[in-house]
């Protein structure tokens, strides 16, 4: 028996099972670090003498200190979410939890599980990227999450921009960079309504559509992936955008990787398929990770 949690921007789902199999579950609103975390431990220590589970698997928003390069393994480095920075996350629930424990993005372990189940089943290289409230990616590299000094944050990657397009963008670190370009708040900030409310004809996905293939463009030239997993709210709830990015892609990369075309480009760039379950199976799938081999 396994435990997965998933700490993400919004809303802090945590779950207890075995492989795919869910047996219990809690969603909370992420909130302040205190009041989340306590409502987390609470469970997993209920769950402790439940379920007696081997493992547990923590994937988390970020950035957060993977090891102690930085600050205390499972610390929150500086991030947009007020109260977070420098919280520790995984203290509280590994007092709750006291087993064998794998931490990694919840971008990742979203990777993991779409690399297991789902629309990157049986490929060893491939990118996921989270596109709503903010924008982030899980990269597998020959099976296993890139990790070097952090985790990726490739959602903070300058791109160049459509010509004409003077928006100033939202993230409060780079103003411009993609997430600032391309995420829920920046396509709300650019309409003045919500992604979701936006028509598929609206004058602000010409701009998004344009930053998000500049950044897969990149991907695809620098880690020559074998797919690109689009998730998220914005991700998969505007079926039209991936036609949009697929089209951008094409024209950028003009022509220099071989047999690139629409077929090719379809194949290539795809929504993910496992929608809100990919976080919690990730978690899981961290889980059993760390049961095996434990991180130092």
Known sequence: ?????????????????????VIDHLVVPTTTPRKTLRAVASRLHSW???YRPVAMGVASFGPIA???????????????????????????LVEAMPVPVALHTDVTAAALAEGRWGAAKGLRDFVYITVGTGIGMGIIANGEPITGRMHPEAGHMRV???AGDAFAGVCPFHRDCLEGLASGPAIAARSGAPAATLSSDDPAWASVAYALAEAMSVLLLTLSCERIVIGGGVGVGQ??????IRTRIIDKLAGYLPGFDERTAADTIVPAALGGDAGPLGALLLASRASVAPPP
């Open 66 to 92: 993977l090891t102690g390069r930085y600050r205390s393994r499972g610390a929150m480095l500086p991030n947009p979410k007020p109260g977070w920075s420098d919280a520790d996350v995984l203290g509280p």
């Open 48 to 50: 402790r003498e439940t």
């Open 160 to 162: 160049r921009r459509l």
């Open 239 to 244: 079926p039209h955008l991936l036609d949009m």
């Open 1 to 21: 028996m396994l435990v997965g949690v998933e700490l993400g921007g919004t809303k802090t789902i945590v779950v207890v099972g075995r492989g795919r199999e």
